[in-house]
């Protein structure tokens, strides 16, 4: 057995590393185990600008570096019409070899001082009744632990207590190398699926086939029929089968789903163990960074203040609910985009298009100073907020598409900017209010950012 430890992380993927990294920072002893024992092949290999932004504020980006990244200006695109077209992607975009990604990230691991255990596969978890977790491997491993983090992604070990968030959905998948292979990403739509490809160095091209769950029943047990069959019908396979050849094909789950108990008071579930992201948006690696980042400060609040479990489970609950809905209604516009929007495959997906939050364009700022000033009191109250390293109950607004609850703006507490507002009566005095504890240029951000996000209305002079 090994010696005993606070937190145990299974499971190496993005969401795992990032979690064991940001937890042994907050002084923690954290143990990281993991089933493979070399680098391993993963899909999700896509990743956006967020991924760059997220890894460089946490200090991680060398893994992006350790890994290599192929970046992409455009794409191509046969979605809305038949005919493809060249489309401009969005900045940062770029595919990454997943092995050598998420191997980086053991490394980091260790060198941050987490001890790190590849080849080493949970097969077992108890609940101890004195607390704590006894884990065991499929080698005979033993480990004890105060904390357990499930970071296993979408096959997961702790129980499960999943909700659908969209159709059930199969992905096919193979690896294309050879000649004249396309050299930008791919994406098309068919009356009753849809494919998406890309080039990774090292790999060749990942093409994927997403269909309906039970579309392989359809087709027989042949799942490489099936998938030539998926990619002739959106047109991708003429752009591949001339000069190249395809690896195994590969399936699996591609369903979006939210578990609904993600969090209690010795355990957390994260990334994809968590919550399962409908794969056209290509944000899985960065939500399971994301939830890392907030999982840290959800367990050092649950491990070092007691008086605010509850707060911290609400705060995390509340955080995957709100993502899987705007993810929801953001993929839902796009398939409603479909030339196939009509078919019944599409109509499943575009379900709760309409519904998102329109975010207005950025309104302008020239007011008279004399004109009148009023908050949406329905988007204020007192929320569970990431508050530093801890969640604590604040003063707080709900911005953003995900309905955030924001507490801070840059150093300046959402009470304080309140009580600015309700003892302005006019643009002016809001302004002049707030210059008196934040400099001009910082007042101005707060009031720019509580009018765009439609948080201070702005009337006729008074
Ligand atoms: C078809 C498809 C395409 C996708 N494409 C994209 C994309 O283009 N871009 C994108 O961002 N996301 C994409 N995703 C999602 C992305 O792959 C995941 O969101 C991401 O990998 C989740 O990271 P994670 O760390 O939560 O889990 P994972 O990356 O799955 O890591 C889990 C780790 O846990 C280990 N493990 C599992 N069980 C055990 C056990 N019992 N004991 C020890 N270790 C264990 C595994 O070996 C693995 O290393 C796609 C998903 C699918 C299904």
């Not at 591949?240 to 578990?259: K, T």
């Not at 969640?391 to 900017?417: C, K, N, Q, W, Y």
């Not at 302004?431 to 509580?450: N, V």
Request: hydrophobic fraction near 45%.
């Amino acid at each position: 057995m090994k010696g005993a430890i606070e937190i145990l992380v299974v499971g190496g993927g993005p969401a795992g590393s990032v979690a064991a990294v940001l937890l042994h920072r907050l002084g923690f002893q954290v143990r990281l185990i993991e089933a493979s024992d070399q680098p391993r092949p993963h899909i999700g290999e896509a990743i956006s600008l967020g991924v760059h932004r997220h890894l460089t504020n946490l200090g991680l980006g060398e893994a992006l570096d350790r890994a290599g990244c192929r970046l992409f200006d455009e794409y191509d695109e046969q979605w809305e019409q038949a005919e493809a077209s060249v489309r401009k992607a969005p900045p940062g975009s770029a595919t990454i070899d997943r092995a050598r990604f998420d191997a980086a990230f053991w490394n980091l691991c260790r060198d941050a001082g987490v001890e790190v255990h590849l080849g080493q596969q949970v097969e077992r978890v108890v609940r101890q009744v004195s607390g704590g977790w006894n884990v065991r491997t499929v080698g005979g491993e033993r480990h004890d632990a105060t904390f357990l983090i499930d970071a296993t992604g979408r096959r997961s070990l702790l129980p499960r207590a999943r909700r659908a968030c969209g159709p059930r959905t199969l992905a096919l998948y193979g690896y294309w190398r050879g000649e004249g292979l396309p050299v930008r990403p791919h994406i098309a739509a068919g009356a009753s699926c849809w494919t998406w490809g890309a080039p990774v160095d090292g790999l060749g091209f990942n093409a994927i086939l997403f269909v309906d769950r039970h579309a392989l029943a359809e087709h027989g047990p042949d799942v490489r029929e099936a998938y030539t069959r998926g990619l002739a019908k959106t047109g991708l396979l003429s752009l591949l089968a001339s000069r190249s050849n395809c690896s195994v094909v590969s399936a699996c789950d591609a369903s979006a789903w939210l578990d609904d108990e993600a969090c209690g008071l010795d355990f957390i579930k994260i990334g994809e163990a968590a919550q399962s992201l409908d794969p056209l948006a290509s944000m899985g690696v960065q939500k399971a960074i994301q939830s890392a980042r907030s999982a840290a400060v959800i367990v050092n609040t649950l491990l070092r203040r007691p008086d605010a479990q509850s707060i911290a489970q609400a705060y995390y609950q509340d955080l995957l609910e709100r993502s899987a809905q705007v993810h929801r209604r953001a993929t839902a516009e796009i398939y409603a985009r479909s030339r196939f929007a009509e078919m019944s495959f599409w109509q499943a997906r575009c379900d709760g298009a309409d519904a998102g939050i329109k975010m207005r364009e950025p309104a302008s700022l020239s007011f008279s100073s004399t004109a009148s000033v009023n908050l949406d009191m329905s988007r204020l109250g007192e929320h569970p907020c990431l508050c530093g390293d801890y969640v604590e109950l604040r003063p707080a607004v709900l911005a953003g598409s995900e309905r955030e609850p924001v507490a801070f703006l840059g150093d300046a507490t959402v009470a304080g900017i309140v009580a600015a507002v309700r003892s302005s009566a006019t643009w002016g005095a809001l302004r002049a209010s707030l210059a008196l504890t934040h400099d001009a240029t910082t007042a101005d951000r707060i009031c720019a950012w509580l009018v765009h996000n439609e948080i201070l209305y702005v009337g006729a002079p008074g």
